[in-house]
């Protein structure tokens, strides 16, 4: 990357390598959290803030959810909806590419269990007020997903990454040329999501589970 400082920090058993341009700045505080500032956007990666337990309880509500049958959704880029589930409950399926997912839906015994976990960490910024979409997704060895900007919902405005494991090889992930891997419990955020590039690496070799929250705010985009 041209024009570019290369910096590494060392967090317990967490290590990772943030490349950014040279007038921005990086901020580390007491409670391990770094904020990569870009003009009222940023990067907020939390290393271990969530227990082993809170990542199992999660993981809990992906295998306890049967797999359906979808179609794609027409009103939604890249969407899919249930064919053999009542709406409003959450639903799992595999996608074509390998990865499963649990969709996890609002009001639902599953959302309600989810969020108590994270709920807490949610930034106090405009851009998290409010969630719009929650999936847990099961990558399988060779998975892998393309660098992509989240246009799915125009009305998203934040992205959250919650690692539940790291008993896997591979699947770093990729924030505007930001290389990040971490250890279960780690929590990867960004706002502006629509607008910012993101991938994630093959699985070389076990199976990676993440949580997945898409934020908006409560009265749409200004």
Sequence with gaps: ????????????????????????????????????????????????????????LILEQHHNLPYSSVVEDENKQNGFIPVDVKEGLSYKYEHECGIDYSVIEHNTKEFKNVIQVFESIIPDHPDFECINYMMIAHYKQDTFFPPHRDIADSGDTATMMLLLNDDYRGGRINVSGNMIEGTHGTCVMFNNSTQVWHSVEPIYEGDRYVLLVWFGRENGLD
């Design 1 to 56: 990357m041209n024009d570019t400082i290369e910096r590494k920090f060392d967090l317990g058993d967490f290590s990772q390598i943030i490349e950014e341009p040279e007038q921005e700045e990086i901020q580390e505080t007491d409670n391990n959290i770094i904020s990569d500032e870009r003009f009222n956007d940023f990067i907020t990666i939390m290393p271990g803030n969530i227990t082993h337990e809170g990542c199992e």
